[in-house]
């Protein structure tokens, strides 16, 4: 297809001019640092010495680096602060949430425009108070209280993150989580909500997760082994120094995570160890805080299982029987027994389970959130997520006799006006709350939070997120459906374009892909998008096998000896894009983070012809070395997704031939490329792009000033980058505008 006179002189390379440009950096080459013998394959790294981040000269590379991805994005800084400022001009810079029910208390947050950071507030609520009160995002309120300000927390710290704010049941404290580095270990603070007084700061390094006990006097959080590893579970008395804690679980199994979250039941709390195909549950008693959870289903083989407390009985949702999900009931014990240890039996067994909903066709049952009146469901159906929910038919106590089944009514299935949406159930409140809570949006709709009376099936809109300067109504967004080059599956594909767009092959397109541990990457609005599309970028997501889009069967037809499938499925969704129309090779941008960054170096080194740019954030390209080292976070974990390279050579011979960092190609003319990683990322280890970078440069043949290649490191931050908002606005408009400049739009 030939490109239109107007493309082509606009398409000019960023411009570094070769006699003032510095040269890329180049790390020494160290023959036999790192060598690899296993399966009979012979592997010798020469830039693994890159690994050690307190080594002086990996500090000095890596801030090398990035002044070298200074002064190749020099010409195009102005287009870069322009993308970031329309991004701020996309947000409403004083804004308030919706606020949430925790007890006797309305909680909510504020964005004020002069910060980087939220405040957090209180407000007394009304006994029955469902419907959340009207926030004044500008003013804040003679009742309202001031929980937590996180700019002041912030102050000093370079990155600062907050993790999860639980209030206490009996409402005088409040519990706080905050990272500072970036590498996901996170330090719990407990205060005095009343007297702003700190009562806590004891426990610390720790995993995610914490619950009070039900006077408040005792919480439980878990705590990471070396491997980032998730495996205990211990109990602390408020007050007391960590040293008198104890561990209430612990998890052998290096394949296992344990985690747990608060229930919307007051009186339990359901602990979870899951690995990607195995589940097992117990059951912590708020009211018993130092008594050991009660084991309640069993671990099988290849059985997940999550357990809910709803009050009198247990709901589950489970795969014993259907690999897309099933949502069942079970008695619950009445007390916890007296005398009770750690024990393995468990409660309650497969055969108490009683079906209440199974998965149909197309369906994929994920999650179920109990409350007193009713019950709200997270599925997928048709490649798009959908929300339930069913209502209680007997009074809140099961009565002896009373068979399980009866219980709760026919589900409800919540609609909304948009084919391509995200919909999700919101918080909900206390677990007598008599209203669920939905929002939903899309990549050209701002998200909508609404309130719905199941009883009566009444709807309440409570917000939507206002977005200045943007029309939804000016853009198409579009559900199609590709073809693979198996010629028997159908790739699930979103496509936003302006609602006067052609396919005539002059227009960027901008292609995303994630496509690993059953993660959906649904259409979600995100402001950092708006830039481009407002200049007219066709707007892609591909579905690729290997994510959660199309169910369970759809991620296991992707992982460990599929993996290839989300490698082939987005190369396929490219080409489908040239061949309508929609993009051309010289201007198609790629994009992917994490697992998605193996997917762009896969693709990258499979067909490099297809993409004039790459993105590739926190990318996870050198897949092998990783999966073959015990010893490093996340790997014990991660063989159920890509399989066991140290014991299965098929496996290992699958890696090694996909595995971007080792396969990349002399000779070939790479695309343009852009890494991003942060020094203190616990999931994706900088030396992973920092090593691709080099071995890139090394190979190609492409022109250093029309495909550059350069990689950004956050030296204090962590997997998700920059921490402050005007950061992550002026790192996505540095991304962004990096992109756009090499597929001809500048300005």
């Known amino acids: 297809m030939t490109l239109s006179h107007s493309f082509t002189a606009e398409h000019q390379p960023i411009q570094v001019h070769p006699h003032n440009a510095a040269h890329p950096p180049q790390a020494r080459k160290k023959t ?35 002044t070298w991805t200074d002064h190749v994005c020099a010409p195009i800084r102005d287009f870069s602060d322009r993308i970031a400022n329309e991004i701020r001009s996309f947000t409403v810079l004083t804004d308030a949430t919706v606020p949430i029910r925790y007890g006797h208390y309305w909680w909510f947050s504020r964005w004020n425009k002069n910060q980087q950071y939220r405040t957090h507030y209180r407000l007394y609520a009304s006994a029955h108070q469902d419907r959340p009160p009207q926030i004044d995002a500008h003013c804040v309120g003679a009742q309202e209280e001031l929980v937590l300000d996180e700019n002041a927390h912030s102050f000093g710290h370079e990155y600062f993150r907050l993790g999860e704010l639980i209030p206490s049941p009996c409402g005088r404290f409040v519990a706080w989580s905050c990272d500072t580095s970036g590498d996901e270990r996170w330090d719990w603070t407990i205060h005095e909500l009343s007297t702003g007084r700190v009562i806590d700061t004891t426990i610390t390094g720790t995993g995610t997760g914490f619950a009070w006990s039900s006077d408040s006097s005792a919480c439980i959080y878990t705590r990471v082994d070396h491997a980032w ?41 359901a602990i979870h160890a899951t690995s990607p195909t195995t589940g097992q549950a117990w059951l912590w008693y708020t009211d018993h805080p130092y008594t050991p959870p009660l084991c309640i289903t069993p671990r099988e083989k290849d059985v997940m299982v999550t357990v809910e407390p709803a009050g009198d009985h247990l709901v589950l949702v489970h795969t014993r029987h259907n690999q897309e999900g099933t949502v069942a009931l079970a008695p619950l014990p009445m007390a916890q027994p007296a005398g009770h240890t750690q024990n393995t039996r468990p409660f309650a067994s497969p055969d108490t389970w009683v079906t209440l909903r199974e998965a149909g066709a197309g369906e994929r049952i994920l999650d179920v959130e109990a409350y007193r009146d009713f019950l709200v469901l997270s599925l997928r159906s048709g490649s798009l997520p959908h929300v339930e929910y069913c209502q209680r038919l ?79 109504s000016d853009f198409v967004e579009q559900r199609v459906w590709v073809q693979a080059r198996d010629g028997k599956t159908r790739i699930p594909v979103t496509i936003v374009y302006p609602k006067d767009a052609t396919p005539d092959g002059s227009h960027a397109a901008w292609l995303h892909g994630y496509g690993a541990y059953e993660v959906s990457f649904d259409a979600e609005f995100d402001t950092g998008l708006l830039p481009a599309l407002t200049r007219g970028v066709i707007h892609v997501i591909a579905h690729v096998r290997g994510g959660g889009e199309c169910g369970r069967a759809w ?36 994009q992917g983070r994490s697992a998605g960054g193996l997917l762009m170096g896969a693709v990258m080194n499979e067909a490099p ?36 390279p140290i014991t299965d050579r098929h496996i290992y011979e699958l890696m090694r031939a996909y595995s971007p960092y080792e396969n990349v190609r002399d000779r070939v003319a790479y695309p343009a490329l852009m890494a991003t990683t942060s020094m203190n990322d616990t999931r994706v280890f900088f030396v992973e792009p920092a090593k691709w970078v080099q071995r890139i440069r090394e190979a ?28 992550r606005w002026k790192a996505r408009g540095e991304e962004s505008s990096f992109a756009l400049s090499l597929v001809g739009i500048r300005h």
Not at 41 to 63: G, S, T
Not at 580 to 588: E, F, I, K, V, Y
Not at 610 to 629: E, K, M
Not at 707 to 726: I, N, Q, Y
């Open 700 to 727: 190609t043949i492409s022109d250093p000033l029309l495909s550059p290649v350069v990689l950004r490191t956050e030296m204090v931050a962590g997997h998700g980058g920059p921490s402050a908002r005007e950061e």
């Open 32 to 66: 036999g640092y790192r060598v690899r013998d296993i399966h009979g394959d012979h592997f010798d790294d020469p830039w693994d010495w890159l690994r050690d981040k307190n080594n002086p000269e990996v500090i000095a590379h890596m801030a090398a680096e990035n």
């Open 555 to 590: 991620y296991e037809d992707g992982k460990k000896s599929s993996k290839i499938h989300s490698f082939t499925d987005f190369l396929d969704v490219a080409q489908w894009l040239i061949d309508t129309g929609w993009a051309h090779p010289d201007r198609l941008i790629a």
């Open 229 to 269: 590893r998730q495996h205990e579970v211990w109990v602390h008395t408020v007050g007391d120094q960590a040293q008198t804690d104890r561990v209430l679980l612990h998890e052998d199994d290096e394949g296992f995570d344990l985690w747990f979250s608060p229930s919307p039941d007051p009186a339990h709390v």
């Open 394 to 472: 007997s009074p809140p106590q099961v009565k002896k006799g009373h068979r399980l089944q009866d219980i709760w009514g026919q589900w409800t299935r919540i609609s909304t006006d948009s084919p391509v949406r995200t919909l999700m159930p919101s918080h909900c409140g206390p677990f007598d709350t008599r209203s669920l809570r939905i929002a939903h949006h899309s990549i050209t709709v701002p998200p909508t939070w609404e309130l719905i009376t199941p009883s009566t099936g009444e709807r309440v809109h409570l917000k939507t997120l206002e977005v200045p300067h943007w029309d939804p």
């Open 609 to 644: 012809q297809l993409f004039r740019v790459v993105l590739a954030g926190v990318p996870f390209v050198d897949a092998l070395t990783t999966i073959l080292d015990a010893s490093l976070p996340l790997t014990s974990g991660e063989w159920e997704e890509w399989g066991n």
